[in-house]
């Protein structure tokens, strides 16, 4: 039986993992991953984002991602982040 890995959570197809590490956060998710430490919270990854799956938290001023299932997997995003804080696995059509 696997241990469960504390701050990891299951959803269907999805496993999304928080780490928090004093002030740096990372959310990792199996097609979209945000380094906190590094984003400076533009925007520039949610204006272009054909899916509007990005936004940037109000209070955390850091790029959340809502629903990666539903990312073309096109890496626009990556190539608008200055600070490069944003990485997408796959590749899209
Ligand atoms: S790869 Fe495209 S659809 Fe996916 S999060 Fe980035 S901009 Fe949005
Ligand atoms: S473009 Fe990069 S730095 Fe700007 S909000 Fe998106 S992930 Fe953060």
Do not use: S, W
Request: aromatic content about 2%; charged content about 25%; proline content about 5%.
């Amino acid at each position: 039986m696997a241990t469960p890995i504390p701050g990891a959570k299951r959803a269907p197809g999805r496993l999304f993992l928080h780490i928090q590490l004093g002030e740096v956060q990372t959310t990792m998710g199996k097609i979209v991953t945000v380094d906190e430490e590094l984003c400076i919270g533009c925007g520039a990854c949610a204006a272009m984002c054909p899916k509007k799956i990005l936004y940037v938290h109000e209070k955390t001023g850091k790029c959340k991602v809502t629903d990666e299932n539903q990312c073309d997997r096109r890496r626009g995003c990556e190539g608008a982040c200055p600070v490069e804080a944003i990485k997408v696995t796959g590749k899209g059509g």
